[in-house]
């Protein structure tokens, strides 16, 4: 059956027809956009018209950077989000065992909790923890993802002691001698991966409610941001189940790639199930919230500490000479402008040597703290930066705090980028923040933190720039130009519905826009 979508507002974000009158779907696939003549002519016998009734159709959003498997984990965890004190954490864990009745000596896992909201300022610690669930071991991550705590039980069940030493890149917590339970980088992600998995039963229904939720925000194609070699397992068992209804893209580091390359060598930079390998992943600083993204230039009321790298230099070139051996797209984790200086150092390098970083289509996540010199050197060498722009609205208020107004004001400078010329996405890191892209063309367009105070106002983009990050450029990044990102004639009908144009409204109304239908292939996946 054909279906007719008119009466409304089109906008193709194809560069020589923006908009249209009309559109048409048949096999899952666009047949026909543009006037509504033209496109009625097209249509077949059997035809299901859908009045759009003055709302707005888009193509489908993309996720340029998310973490699937974490986004699933944490409908099986206890959520922290907007905890205020300890005492609030305590609770809330508390009330998990209990109401789950999580039986002693089972692990328990929390997320989502931010020290600077906290009215302690600072970290928790094991005996915060040991209060909360003194029969469990628990660890809690922060909402960064790049830190977090376990208490007194998890620590001796992971073998962790005063005296074990933290990986290259990361820290162990200690107190005149004595482990405090926090971990960050590289120590906090190494330990948190030998935490024992939930039963897979549990798992699968989680993925199944993770897509919802993606859904529920306009996305049909979702990334899987660092798959490591214990998620392969979990995704033998997701694509022998058939559930995936969104498509998938995962970025693995060396071992988890190379599992999965073992696992599914058909979904290897193709689709097969839902599922694509998509290149590699590599972290090369933490988070600017954290006090952990490297910087040049100390942080704010700091003598010398500007945070620190994760890789050595000869690491991060290592990893792109691998890439380009191997055919791989490359996603860097770059926070601070020291971060973005080793990966376009490592790139430039690896470019002389001849690599080809166009065929790599390399991607540089996060970038909060490029500056406008470096963004000229990603244009000259095909880089794409892939923003997180809601930062601006969710800590720019720490960011002046950490990094002083002026660089705080510099944070994803999005109309830098535009001036060259410069492509780039929009991400929301899920789960850090949900998966809301409009929440995030709307921090890129009006740059507001929480406080309300406005960010570098002179970085500000259109509403119509925003869109395109995270349409047409978010399909360059997955290099599925030909099949999604607009509205054209034998691409995928791949669409979202919104009751309002973002282009048309008043800037600060576009967070109030709601999502009413998202469509994958021609189908309904959700509707408000």
Not at 5 to 31: C, H, K, M, Y
Not at 509 to 523: F, H, M, Q, S
């Amino acid at each position: 059956m054909d279906i007719l979508f008119e009466n409304g507002t089109i906008r193709t974000l194809e560069r020589n027809s923006p908009d249209a009158q009309a559109l048409l779907v048949r096999n899952g696939r666009i047949a026909a956009v543009g006037g509504r003549t033209a496109v009625e002519d097209q249509t077949g016998i059997d035809v299901r018209r859908v009045d759009l009734a003055g709302r707005t159709l888009l193509p489908a959003f993309l996720d340029a950077h998310s973490h699937f498997t974490a986004v699933a984990n944490q409908f099986l965890q206890v959520s922290l989000e907007g905890c205020t004190s300890w005492a609030d954490m305590q609770d809330r864990i508390r009330d998990y065992i209990r109401r789950e009745r999580i039986p002693a000596g089972q692990w328990v896992t929390a997320q989502g909790y931010d020290h600077n909201l906290l009215s302690e300022r600072r970290h928790p610690d094991r005996l915060c923890l040991d209060a909360a669930a003194p029969d469990n071991p628990v660890v809690i991550c922060h909402q960064s993802g790049h830190m977090g705590v376990f208490n007194t039980a998890a620590l001796e069940r992971l073998g962790v002691t005063a005296q074990t030493p933290a990986p290259a890149g990361g820290v162990i917590g200690r107190e005149n001698g004595t482990l405090t339970g926090y971990m960050e980088e590289n120590a906090f992600l190494e330990f948190q991966k030998r935490v024992p998995m939930r039963p897979l039963e549990s798992f699968l229904a989680a993925y199944r409610k993770a897509q919802d939720l993606y859904a529920s925000y306009g996305i049909t194609t979702v990334q899987e941001g660092l798959l490591r070699r214990e998620l392969v397992p979990l995704y033998q068992a997701l694509l022998a189940d058939g559930s995936l209804k969104l498509d998938v893209v995962a970025y693995g580091d060396p071992e988890g790639a190379e599992a999965a390359r073992q696992a599914f060598p058909e979904s290897v930079r193709q689709y097969h199930r839902r599922f694509k390998l998509g290149g590699y992943k590599m972290f090369l600083d933490g988070s600017p919230q954290g006090r952990t993204a490297w910087l040049r230039r100390p942080y704010q009321g700091e003598q010398e500490y500007r945070g620190y790298g994760t890789l050595t230099d000869a690491e991060v070139l290592d990893m792109v000479r691998r890439a380009g051996t191997d055919g791989m797209q490359l996603l860097a984790h770059c926070n601070g402008d020291a971060a973005c200086a080793q990966y376009l150092a490592a790139l430039d390098a690896a470019a002389r040597e001849g690599v080809d970083l166009a065929a790599l289509r390399p991607v540089m996540i996060h970038a909060q703290l490029v500056t406008p010199g470096q963004l000229a050197e990603l244009k000259e060498l095909g880089i794409l930066p892939s923003f997180f722009a809601a930062h601006l609205w969710y800590w720019g208020d720490v960011h002046r705090e950490n990094l002083g107004p002026r660089r705080a004001a510099s944070i994803s400078p999005l109309a830098a980028a535009v001036r060259l010329g410069l492509p780039f996405t929009l991400h929301q890191d899920t789960p850090v923040i949900a998966p809301n892209m409009l929440e995030s063309i709307w921090c890129a367009v009006n740059r507001i933190t929480r406080n309300g105070g406005v960010l570098g106002p002179e970085y500000r983009i259109s509403a119509y720039e925003a869109l395109k990050a995270v349409t047409v450029h978010a399909a360059w990044q997955y290099a599925l130009e030909g099949e999604r990102g607009s509205l054209a004639p034998g691409k995928t009908a791949d669409l979202v519905l919104l009751d309002r144009d973002p282009t048309a409204v008043e800037p600060m109304a576009i967070r109030d826009i709601r999502v009413l239908e998202t469509i994958r292939e021609g189908e309904t996946l959700y509707r408000a």
